[in-house]
């Protein structure tokens, strides 16, 4: 849960730590530094700054969690729960900024990946239909709803009213 910066800092300070062990020839804690500089290393590729995104998309800070996402080196790097979670907040992001090619495709990539319950992975799936429906592709939008009915009995009933939105919307079309 650390920005890049902050990562980078904290890896400094544990080499540094790791340097005055070994020169006072305290071997053991110069280990424990080094596997500390390990693990923050491994957290930079697996779980990146995707908590700290979360938060600040919750709190409606678009930029900023933009910013955030944008300092994973590489998306496809992340844990698979991470990965779906990336993808789910990056989608967000670029409908908040009304970019819905972009959405679309982050939202299709996040139902590929594992979400926190059956709930998120139903709302990643009617978002991309709802995005079809805006762009008159509802062959593509009845697709995606139609992977939805696999979830109907774990899904809340706020989530299945909007998927009987999209559902009718598409009708009358």
């Excluded at 930079?44 to 678009?62: D, S, W």
């Amino acid at each position: 849960m650390f920005t890049n910066r902050a990562r980078i800092l904290v890896v400094g300070m544990f080499i540094i730590l790791m340097a005055f062990a070994i020169r006072y020839q305290v071997y053991q804690l110069a280990a424990v530094a080094l596997m500390f500089v390990g693990l923050l290393i491994w957290g930079y590729f697996k779980q990146g700054t995707i908590v700290l995104a979360a938060k600040a998309f919750h709190n409606k800070e678009y930029a900023k969690a933009e910013d955030l996402l944008q300092q994973v080196y590489k998306p496809e790097m992340l844990s698979k729960n991470r990965r779906g979670f990336y993808e789910f907040i990056y989608g967000g992001v670029c409908l908040q900024k009304q970019d819905f090619d972009e959405a679309e495709k982050h939202y299709e990539l996040a139902a590929l990946f594992p979400l926190r319950n059956a709930n998120d992975h139903v709302a990643a799936l009617v978002l991309v239909a709802n995005i079809n429906v805006r762009k008159g592709n509802y062959d593509k939008a009845k697709a995606y709803l139609q992977l939805t009915d696999k979830h109907k009995d774990t899904i809340s009933a706020k989530m299945k009213d909007v998927i009987l939105k999209v559902r009718q919307e598409i009708q009358k079309h």
